[in-house]
Each structure stands twice: as structure tokens, then as C-alpha cells.
């Protein structure tokens, strides 16, 4: 008898001034409020039997926290760091620590912008990064965590099922 798969589990995670989404810069980072970029990675979720919940923190010591308790309720991480991205080396080791997938988001493109925003501390101990479209880099964050925890999930499927000989 096949029971359902576990629904996948994703924590978004907000970094600091990402609260201000709508009002700020809005020619760099559109008009798209953080309430309704968390209502539509929702839906999104929902859409595909997934689970996800969103948190913003402005302190870095909060992000932290946030990451190390996900490690033991979550499947997978979508985080934009926003300026931590560039700076933060805790962050980047509470990423890998944490041994949890993760996906780094940027509405902005980091690359196209001033050269100290082209450096990301984060990306190299993340799945990968999306960068540079807009409220919907989240909803891509999003489709690429599912992909990549049903892609292990097949792995560790196809490991279980293979006869020992
Ligand atoms: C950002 C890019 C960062 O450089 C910046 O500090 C942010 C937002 C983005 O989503 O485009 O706060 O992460």
C-alpha cells in the first residue's frame, strides 16, 4: 500500500528592511508588498500540497535564530538576506550548519547594480540563487526548493527501494 509523501515544508525568510517592500525604491524593487508576496508564495504552496510560512527579521542575531530552529521543522530554506547578503558571514555559517537546502532570493538583479551588491556571502553554501525578477523571484525560490527536495526525496526513494545484493 503507497501512503501520501510527506507535504514539503518551506521556510521564507525575510532579511532586514524587506518590511518596507512597496514604499522602498520602488523603481528597484516594484510596488509588491511583503504581505502580498507572502500571500502569493501561499497559494503557491498550497497549489502544490506544500506547506510554507514566512518570517521577517531585521536583526541579524533573529535571522540567525530562525535558521538554526528550521533546521529540525523544515524541508527546505528561501531566504532573502537582502543587505546581510553582502556582509554576513554568521549568516552564511548558520546556512551551512543548518544543512538544510537553501535558496537564495534577490528581487533585485545584485549583479547589475553597484559592485559591493555583486558579492553574496550566502550563495555558495545555498542550492542556488535567483536574482533579478522582481516579487516573482520568490515564487521562482519557491518552484526551485520543491524541485530540489522532491529530487532528493526520488534519490533517497530509489536508494531504499534498490535490492541489496
Ligand atoms: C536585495 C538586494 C540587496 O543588495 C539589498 O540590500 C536588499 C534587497 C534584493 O532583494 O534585491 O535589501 O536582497
Redesign the pocket.
Known amino acids: 500500500m503507497s501512503t501520501a509523501p510527506e507535504p514539503i515544508r518551506v521556510l521564507v525568510l525575510h532579511?532586514?528592511?524587506?518590511n518596507l517592500l512597496g514604499t522602498r525604491n520602488p523603481t528597484?524593487?516594484g510596488r509588491t508588498t511583503l504581505a502580498e508576496i507572502d500571500a502569493e508564495l501561499a497559494a503557491r504552496a498550497r497549489a502544490a500540497g506544500a506547506e510554507v510560512d514566512a518570517v521577517q527579521e531585521n536583526d541579524e542575531g533573529a535571522l540567525i535564530r530562525a535558521i538554526h530552529d528550521a533546521a529540525a521543522r523544515y524541508d527546505a530554506l528561501v531566504i532573502?538576506?537582502?543587505?546581510y547578503?553582502?556582509t554576513s558571514v554568521a549568516i552564511r555559517d548558520a546556512i551551512e550548519a543548518a544543512d538544510l537546502p537553501a535558496v537564495e532570493?534577490?528581487?533585485?538583479n545584485?549583479h547589475a547594480?553597484e559592485s559591493f551588491?555583486a558579492q553574496s556571502l550566502t550563495a555558495p553554501v545555498c542550492v542556488g540563487q535567483i536574482?533579478g525578477f522582481g516579487a516573482r523571484?520568490y515564487l521562482l525560490g519557491l518552484d526551485a526548493a520543491l524541485a530540489h527536495v522532491e529530487g532528493l526525496r526520488a534519490n533517497a526513494k530509489r536508494a531504499t527501494d534498490e535490492p541489496t545484493s
Do not use: D, E, K
Not at 532579511?15 to 524587506?18: E, F, R, S, V, Y
Not at 532570493?105 to 533585485?108: C, E, I, P, T, W
Open positions: 532579511g532586514p528592511n524587506l528597484v524593487y532573502n538576506p537582502a543587505a547578503t553582502h532570493v534577490h528581487l533585485s545584485i547594480r551588491r536574482s523571484s
